[in-house]
């Protein structure tokens, strides 16, 4: 279930409807901080599901809210894993979100990958030794 | 379902002076809502703007000011291709005349805004050219340059040079 609560609507609304291009809309929702609270607080699957959910509306039916949030979705994909983001809306129909994929595909090809790799070093102590040809070598406690 | 299919976004055939395709698209969605919430900006703006037209999805700024207010331009590298292959060049503001483009840049460089400039630099104007632009969904209107939702401080002026442009 979405959680709309930190969505400031009225200056999202205003930042869509003067919206010239697809980066303008994505720079500035993403740098708004109630997208960045709506991110943190809903899961991907809850973000991609209210985007496919408001996408299957008819456009002339939907609420300006109702683009804000899916645009607000769309945008708080972006704080997501990217591998995640791209299984969860491969096969999503995005057409009438018109924005929706120029401003993912934005964010691939901007994107520094948040994933991380885990390697386990194990400490191990290194004995010191002395060049075999080397008689001037002084190994401090010795060997 | 059949409205939905009737507003896919549609593209117009659309070439630069060197022939090459320019990527377009003619958005048909504006919602009641929308046109409503439009009072906003008549509210804000409404004393220091003057508005021509009503909103309209059909083209954005840079549609208004390059491709004759047929269709949208929606992306900065499609203007760089429309400035590059139309031959315009960068003018300082104290030589701006009527008709030539003013661009605003974002702060990472990326075209977010165009527009027409429609008077000159006066000093009745306090030396702020006149513009005409669209504001995205919203209408045309004619606004000094530091008027209007868009990164003021960081304005380029372009002209058409025809003398350097041969066709091939």
Known sequence: MINTRPLNFNQLARIYLVSNTPPYLYKHFRSDFSVQEFAKLNTLDDLAQELGRIAAINPTDRTLQQIVIAYACVVGLTFKKPRDVAIATVDMPLDTVVWANRILALWESSSITSETIQFQILPQIEKPRRASNDANVILIGGV | ?168
């Not at chain 2, 906003?40 to 491709?67: K, L, Q, S, W």
């Not at chain 2, 760089?80 to 990472?108: A, R």
């Open chain 2, 1 to 168: 379902m059949q409205n939905l299919i009737q507003l896919q976004p549609r593209f117009l055939s659309l070439d630069s002076c060197a022939y090459n395709h320019i990527d377009n698209i003619r958005l048909l969605e504006i919602s009641p809502f929308e046109v409503n919430l439009f009072q906003i900006f008549d509210a804000e703006y409404g004393a220091r703007v003057t508005r021509r037209g009503e909103p309209t999805p059909h083209y954005n700024c840079h549609g208004m000011t390059f491709a004759s207010r047929r269709t949208g331009v929606i992306e900065s590298t499609v203007v760089q291709q429309i400035l590059d292959e139309d031959n315009y060049h960068e003018v300082p503001e104290n030589s701006v005349l009527p008709g030539d483009v003013i661009l605003y840049f974002d702060v990472d460089g990326d075209i977010e805004h165009s527009g027409v400039v429609i008077e000159e630099p006066k000093p009745e104007n306090l030396n702020i050219p006149l513009i005409c632009s669209k504001w995205g969904k919203y209408a045309e209107l004619l606004h000094l340059r530091t008027h209007c939702p868009y990164n003021v401080s960081r304005v380029k002026y372009y002209r058409m040079n025809y003398d350097q442009y041969a066709a091939p």
